[in-house]
């Protein structure tokens, strides 16, 4: 095995969520970005939940929980609309929005 390039670029975490917040599907790193900001919701809410539960107010409660059911339910149909539809490599968005350097050559070679 050789040290040269590879055939597939490298990319940052953050130029794949910035690439995947513009094309079509959904990348690898985009759907981690989601996770984590799904887990830190969670963090938040699960803070709110014990405070409510603190201040013994009832009404808090049932809100913040219903804000739990909705921020759950909504990852989980996230979820298995991924694990139905499947993620798309960063090339492949590339390549759907021309982005690549093998696309750049074939249009400049059809406008000749």
């Known amino acids: 095995m050789e040290g040269g390039p590879s055939n597939k670029e490298r990319f940052s975490s953050a130029e794949a ?3 995947g917040a513009l094309a ?9 970005t ?8 969670g963090v ?13 107010d009832s009404s808090l409660i049932f809100h913040v929980t219903f804000l739990v059911l909705i ?3 909504l990852f989980v149909l996230l979820s298995s609309f991924l694990a139905e539809t499947g993620l798309v490599s960063v090339e492949h ?3 759907e929005m021309g982005l690549t350097k ?3 050559g074939d ?3 059809k406008s000749n």
């Not at 014990?50 to 013994?56: I, K, R």
């Open 93 to 95: 968005q590339m390549q």
């Open 34 to 41: 989601v996770k984590i900001a799904f887990l830190m919701l």
């Open 71 to 73: 921020a759950a339910v």
């Open 24 to 32: 079509p599907g959904v990348n690898g790193p985009t759907w981690n």
């Open 17 to 19: 969520v910035m690439l």
């Open 102 to 104: 093998e696309d750049v």
């Open 107 to 109: 249009k400049s070679n």
């Open 44 to 56: 938040c809410l699960a803070a709110m939940l014990s405070l409510a539960f603190s201040f013994s």
